[in-house]
């Protein structure tokens, strides 16, 4: 007879399933088989004996080798039991950390397989945009389970919204558009409109924000979508859930100049009640770009910097930033430099007119930063360079208040010495020299203990993820 490990102490539950013998915690099965009847003899369930058996020992070994079945397969099976929540536990990589990740696997639909945009879950799933409009959707086990084709001629924007839902948007058409990805139905489209302003109109979606609530979201938390019109006109709109209407304009602008174009990054910092946006651009003279903080109640900005020059210029004038992101969980900033390559950090507690802390790379960090892409993800920040793909790991904590950002940055400025510094960070390159010869990351998106991976002109989505032996300790 075969237990489940570790299940002992509540009451067991005998099953007959195929004519061979189980013994499972009652309190982990499912309704349906945890509701029957007493009785003396085991209750028989007429499924497969041996998935049973292979679910059961994945849950057991869960470090073990490959499971002899499917994984999809088996968490099927696993669903039938009430044990899929083990299983997947079981079957999903070690806690990401960048010092031990490696490319573990490559994932390629079979049509048109170049990524346009990734939109994974915090229970390690994909939805990915790739070829003409087409979406692909991969379980947490990453097996394929739907691909369908959208209206759109390319998706450029996507993110998922639990539990079926997908909220895309494109460069080259109007809209905000939900999709079922599972069944591949369109579900709704909300355009950005003012009946006081008729050149708004035909407005296209060029950045998505959509934090689930197994992320710490309130399962409320709107959707926050960058809209533009054909004559630049821009703004971020929250967008309820639930019921898919707008709620909220944030952050009109003309769109006239660099310093008003609009977003290319939206970020919900909903325990500070704060959205950040930033928005970067590239052309004959170098990169130039803003980052705000505005105030989702009032609408009005909390902090603003903008490189080069402007309001809370940089120390370093004339090495912009080429990429900007923000740890949710830390509270904290980051960027990369256009030209140096270096990272900047600035806590989002302590900010002022000049927060930033700077920390040049390792021993390889001559690629520079032109190019690169930061994202923030399980409390690191990931950047690539022509030269390779380096994280950032904070040290230690220090103690800033974390009360009204909004009153701290106005009323309460703090000098930097009381904030972090370089030695708060360490860091290191998670790719070989052969790895960065696949050529420079085009898209980085963190989802369960997966890290997603685009490259320029190459087919396909790197997945990358820690060694399971990294924490291993030796015996000798």
């Known amino acids: 007879m075969e237990t489940v490990g570790g299940c002992r102490s509540g009451a067991v539950k005998q099953l007959n399933v195929g004519g061979k013998l189980f013994a499972l915690e009652a309190s982990s099965l499912s309704l349906s088989l945890s509701l029957d009847s007493p009785s003396p003899s085991p209750s028989f369930v007429d499924r497969d004996p041996a998935l049973l058996s292979a679910v059961l020992s994945a849950i057991r070994s869960p470090y073990s080798a490959a499971p002899a079945f499917p994984a999809g397969l088996l968490l099927d099976e696993a669903h039938f039991y009430g044990l899929h929540a083990q299983l997947l536990a079981a079957l999903s990589p070690p806690p990401l950390r960048g010092f031990s990740a490696s490319l573990a696997s490559t994932l390629s639909p079979h049509s048109e397989p ?277 994280v950032w790991s904070r040290l230690e904590e220090w103690g800033c208040d974390t009360g009204n950002l909004a009153e701290q940055t106005v009323t309460k400025q703090k000098p930097n010495s009381e904030a972090i510094s370089e030695r708060s960070f360490r860091s290191c390159y998670m790719d070989t020299e052969e790895d960065a010869k696949r050529g420079m990351i085009q898209m980085m998106e963190g989802g369960g203990d997966r890290l997603f991976v685009t490259r320029e002109d190459m087919q396909g989505v790197e997945v990358w993820e820690s060694s399971r032996l990294a924490g291993a300790l030796s015996l000798s």
């Not at 558009?177 to 009946?195: I, K, M, N």
């Not at 509270?331 to 140096?340: A, E, F, G, M």
């Open 114 to 390: 170049f990524p346009t945009a990734l939109a994974p879950h915090h229970d390690g799933s994909l939805c990915l945009a790739h070829g003409a409009g087409q979406v692909t959707y991969y379980s947490p086990a990453l097996d394929h389970l739907a691909t369908f084709r959208t209206h759109l001629h390319s998706v450029t924007s996507l993110r998922q919204l639990p539990p079926t839902l997908a909220v895309l948007g494109s460069s080259s058409a109007p809209g905000l558009h939900v999709y079922d990805f599972l069944e591949g139905r369109h579900v709704a489209t909300l355009q950005w409109s003012d009946p006081t302003d008729l050149r708004v109109g035909k407005a296209k979606v060029i950045a998505i924000a959509a934090r689930p609530p197994a992320d710490g979201a309130d399962k409320n938390s709107p959707i926050l979508a960058t809209f533009e019109c054909p004559h630049r006109e821009n703004c971020i709109l929250a967008v309820d859930p639930v019921t898919l209407k707008p709620t909220l304009e944030i952050g009109r602008q003309s769109g006239s100049g660099a310093k008003s174009s609009v977003p290319d990054r939206v970020v919900h910092l909903q325990e500070l009640g704060l959205v950040f946006a930033s928005s970067v651009s590239v052309g004959a003279f170098g990169y130039s770009g803003y980052m705000r903080l505005w105030d989702i109640r009032s609408g009005s900005v909390v902090w603003e910097t903008s490189e080069p020059g402007g309001t809370g210029r940089s120390s370093r004038f004339g090495d912009p930033f080429a990429d900007a992101d923000v740890d949710v969980k830390q509270l904290t900033l980051y960027k990369v430099c256009s030209k140096s390559g270096d990272v900047a950090a600035a806590d989002l507690r302590c900010l002022g007119n000049d927060p930033w802390v700077y920390m040049s790379s390792g021993p390889r960090g001559s690629g520079g930063g032109h190019g690169s892409v930061l994202h923030c993800f399980k409390s690191q920040a990931f950047v690539s360079r022509k030269d390779g793909l380096e």
